[in-house]
């Protein structure tokens, strides 16, 4: 369930555009509704400005196909099912710009991740203001951002530049400098072997395909690649499928390279909302 009556309470700006401001404390009893969006699942749950949970998350499979009215009824759905909230955070893939789709991979698709893409979906997504829908349909403020944006939020220490990179359906990327979000690049469509993109190359089939050893050294080998175009300070590795990664390979990485659970997706829904102001 969700509160309208925080909406004068919360600025609903996009973090990331514009010089770096301090967002005001937050009240510790906020509580922020935090979603995300997958290609197999969209899970959801509520969690105060500490990012502790008020209720177990709720998860259900991401229904295809998928059009903008059907998201934002999942959504909703989901909603009445936990406490009561204040605000939302969704993420979800794709290139999100100011909580406008530009593009996103499998939402509009006829049955998920790799089927055929419906044109008619591809038309209802193109432009689709996330944000505001989301925003009148919940009567709260809301933040949408890219899923590995969000997934971001719940890890960054807010020093230096740290970039974090989430290896499930796909593979989803989000940098970050003194905390502060980078736009959001979908450098992940571009090939890295043979005309296959980066998230072909280390995406869930591929892991399926090889088996956990072979893809970890794929996952070292795209690592070692693009330490010398970002030169972090620290490389935080999310998603479902980061915790495949076999120890090997993980030695292989280094320091500045740190796993983290899959529950930062949800408790970066509480913490996006302290990123500096654009």
């Avoid at 509704?33 to 709720?58: E, F, R, Y």
């Avoid at 190359?201 to 690649?225: C, K, N």
């Avoid at 980061?242 to 292989?252: E, G």
Wanted: hydrophobic share 40%; charged share 20%.
């Amino acid at each position: 369930m969700v509160d309208a009556g925080a909406a004068a309470r919360t600025p609903e700006t996009r973090p990331g555009d514009g010089p770096a401001t301090p967002r005001p404390p937050v009240p510790a009893d906020v509580l922020t509704l935090a979603v995300d969006c997958g290609g197999g699942g969209i899970k959801a749950a509520v969690l105060d400005s500490a990012g502790t949970a008020h209720a177990a998350p709720v998860r259900v499979p991401t229904p295809y196909p998928l059009p903008p009215r059907l998201l934002l009824d999942t959504v909703a759905d989901i909603a009445d099912r936990l406490p009561t909230a204040h605000r939302v955070t969704l993420g979800m893939p794709g290139m999100i710009r100011h909580g406008v789709v530009v593009h996103t991979p499998h939402y509009i698709t006829r049955s998920g991740p790799r089927s055929r893409v419906l044109p008619e979906l591809a038309e209802a997504w193109a432009s689709f203001d996330v944000r505001g829908a989301l925003a009148r349909r919940l009567g709260v403020p809301a933040m949408v951002l890219n899923d590995a944006e969000v997934h971001g939020a719940g890890v960054v220490a807010g020093s230096g530049v740290e970039l974090v990179l989430t290896l499930g359906t796909g593979l989803g990327s989000a940098l970050f400098d003194g905390g502060r979000l980078a736009p959001h690049l979908e450098w992940s469509h571009a090939p890295v072997r043979r005309g296959a993109t980066y998230d072909q190359y280390v995406g869930e089939p591929e892991r399926r395909r090889l088996g956990d050893g072979l893809w970890s050294r794929r996952v070292a080998a795209t690592i070692d690649g693009l330490r010398p175009v970002f030169r972090w300070d620290r490389l935080y590795l999310g998603g479902g499928n980061s915790r495949r990664i076999t120890p090997t390979a993980l030695d292989r990485l280094g320091d500045d390279v740190v796993v983290v659970p899959n529950s930062a997706a949800l408790v970066g829904g509480a913490r996006a909302w302290d990123l500096p102001l654009a």
